[in-house]
């Protein structure tokens, strides 16, 4: 089985680059290790400064890359499942032009280029295998969709296959077109191995998630919010990259930067608390070329096996019981700080008073508490406990 590494963030923070260096050191001590890149902007390419395709491509002794375009995996494996959803959709009077832009939504296409890594990690002989993903995080929520399904849908569906020629008979009263026996065929295929995938995410002695930002408010909150989805998903996040940190500078335009910047460290380490963070600064020019990933991923990893599993565990854990959500986040907080908690839309603002001062910690409420109201907060043993209750209390 190959030790998967997914790096994700916003758009730009770092991740091509991080997942190139990671690539060069694990390579380097040794483990043949893959670099995949799912952005179909040739991201790969760019900072190997080779031409990447969608074959692998040996890079250096141990190393390879591989770019997948998900638009294309879709159409090879998927096509007659996305021409069935175009038809469903015209069906209903979408536009087939619309119908096709919906099908290829990039949370949906995203998910066909994690297939892809499934397809890969299954067959190949790697000791390593690096994904450099887009900004969102969206496709992760697709791996749930057989766990939504239920193991169930797999049997209902063998059973159904009978009954597609019945469907042909009842599509004029329902008023859909009924799937035909290949796209029920491809559907089985596609929950299998989407289970598969499911399986090898939720994996956490195999596969680690790598949340990476920049020293800014945007960059963080984001990632807070994908360790809340990833826990929930139950993907292990291993490590936190901080990554673009300028260094102190006597000029004073620059030195707001510095010190805004030092403001976003201290939140980030409030944040992601208990998770490692690794810190990194920022190059006086552009992360292009084997030597720079080079340089990048020594200041990164030093003498460490980036391969290593950095953190296993759940920072947030949610509960749902007698109408009840309770929210526990570990934080770096002891129950002698007087802590107040105050809603803000999607996300609790939860401000701590301290010696240092007063520390403000934002945690990400998932969809569900969308409809409840906060009942308590609770600091108890470094965690944070929060419990809503259904407004209508029941
Ligand atoms: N520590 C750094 N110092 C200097 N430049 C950096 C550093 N990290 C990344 N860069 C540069 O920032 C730009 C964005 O990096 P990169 O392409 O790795 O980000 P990304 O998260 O993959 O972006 P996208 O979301 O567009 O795919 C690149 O030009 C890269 O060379
Ligand atoms: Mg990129």
Known sequence: MSRLIFYTGKGGTGKSVISCATGIKASQLGYKTLVISVDPSHTLSDAFNVRIGYEEVKIKEKLWALQVDPLVEMRNNFAIIQEYFVSVLAAKGIDETLAYEVASLPAVTQLFALLKVEEISSKSSYDAIIIDTVPSGEALKYIQLPKLLGSISKKLIKLALPLVDLGKILQPIIGLPAPSKGVMQKEIQLISRLEKLAEILKDSDACSLRLIANPDSFSIDNMRRTLLSANLYGINVDLVILNKI?????????????????????????????????????????????????????????????????????????????????????????????????????????????????????????????????????????????????????
């Open 246 to 394: 300028m260094p102190e500078v006597k000029d004073e335009f620059f030195q707001k930067w510095v010190s805004l910047q030092k403001e976003s460290l201290e939140k980030a380490k409030i944040s992601f608390y208990p998770l490692p963070i690794k810190f990194l600064e920022l190059f006086d020019t552009e992360v292009k070329g084997f030597e720079m990933l080079e340089k990048l991923s020594e200041s990164l990893f030093q003498d460490e096996d980036p391969l290593k599993i950095y953190y296993k565990g759940s920072p947030f854990s949610l509960e749902y019981k007698d109408s009840h959500l309770t929210i526990k986040v570990k934080v770096p907080f002891t129950e002698k700080d007087n802590c107040e908690v105050e809603r803000m839309g999607e996300e609790l603002i939860v401000k701590v008073k301290q010696d240092i001062g007063e520390v403000l910690n934002v945690v990400p409420l998932p969809a569900i508490a969308n409809n409840m109201k906060l009942l308590r907060a609770k600091l108890l043993k470094g965690e944070l406990e929060i419990t809503f209750v259904k407004e209508n209390g029941g």
